[in-house]
């Protein structure tokens, strides 16, 4: 059997059968290994899309568009529909997705079911704050229509529901209107954490878009330095320059991971010297949200043995002291990361009764898998997340203690309620039973 992975190839799981899903129905369901569990496109770093043993329903064929008002920016489609499809399709009507996750491969079903966040979280909240409708199929074959108003409470428990509650059917959103394909950038040198604290501050008064790469092994005077990256949709303009996407793929998987502390100490130190534009500059919005994307299969570069991502969030009072304690293990492990990623979130409250994005900031950095001695990294760091009172992504998890995730998810009882008795992820076993 074809193998469905997650993206950092980490926990190893296999399930027992694999569906591909044609229509709005769970097949075989007296017949098919239990639990059952949708699978997007894998894009989730971790368990969340696991189900070792069970039955994944592949959504990748229920791939239609069922209706797009270009005068209201209504869309609705079936739940394995790319972010990349729906770009292509309302981006040339003046239309853009209200909220974008760092990739544009994954499909609206799993972005809603984590409630994904983008670098505008601070300005226009999170995924599930632009969800309208869904259509959710339980295993019993009974249909729910969820809106706000309308089986408000399955709503809020599938949306951030991490697959659990049933299968999304389609799903309907609130596009968000832009003049034309481009953003206007600006990019800011910053010398450490204090620095970076006051231009975030002062950045997001005037911008709906802002995040910030870190280089994690600098240490001292130096901690936290890094580049803050500011973004807006481009005005309406003539003169727009010509675009073309440009691909490129990471052949074969080494046989260890390329990035080790030499390379990793070089690309943070090359990297936070390139040249910035503080004046500002036009990009067309693929680079600007998705510059991951533009390197197939990059996840390879870590070898067979696969890596972690380690995103937390930590409460808005405590976040300097956590964040400069976070950095300081980090940089004394000499364990780090090239794709460093530091973001406040907003106020607007999320929909989801599970959803990860909450006021406070988030501090997101991948790892090489290097065994226990990664393991044992993140025990320190869990520890000051912990003591912070802040939360793991459960998206990005493939080893958080169960008691992390239920100190940092305190509705995930009242949630169980939801489940359908059917459905079961191996993220879910590990961190409730
Ligand atoms: C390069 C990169 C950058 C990223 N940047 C961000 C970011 O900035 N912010 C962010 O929040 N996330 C980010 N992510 C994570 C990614 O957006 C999420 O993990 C997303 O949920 C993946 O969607 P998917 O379609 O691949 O779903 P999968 O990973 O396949 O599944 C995710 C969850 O959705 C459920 N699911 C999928 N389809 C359905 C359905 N039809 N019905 C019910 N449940 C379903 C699955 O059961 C699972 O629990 C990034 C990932 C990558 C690889």
Known sequence: MSQLLSWNRLPQCSPDKIYTLTEYAIPGLAHAPHPLLAYGNGRSYGDVCLNDRGTLLHTCALDRFISFDRTSGVLRCESGVTLQSILQLVVPHG???????????????????????????HAHGSFGNHVRAFELIRSTGEVLLCRPDQNAEMFRATIAGLGLTGLLSWVEIQLMPVNNPWMWVEAQRFSNL????????????????????????????????????????????????????????VPFDPPISLVNRLSLRSFNALYYRQPVKPQGSLCHYAPYFYPLDAIQDWNRIYGHKGFYQYQCVLPPEVASEATAQLLDAIAQSGQGSFLAVLKTFGSQESVGMLSFARPGTTLALDFPNLGNKTLQLFHRLDAIVSEAGGALYPAKDARMPASLFQSGFPNWERFSDFIDPAFSSHFWRRVTL
């Open 194 to 249: 204090e620095h970076f604290w006051q231009l975030n501050k002062e950045a997001e008064q005037h911008w709906p878009y802002t995040v910030a790469w870190i280089d994690c092994l600098a240490s001292g005077n130096a901690q936290g330095r890094g580049i803050l990256f500011t973004g807006k949709h481009a005005a309406n303009q003539t003169h727009l320059p010509s675009y073309k996407a440009r691909s490129k793929r």
């Open 95 to 121: 239309w853009f997705l209200a909220s974008t996750p760092g990739t544009q491969y994954a499909t609206i079903g799993g972005a809603l079911a984590n409630d994904v966040h983008g670098k505008n979280h």
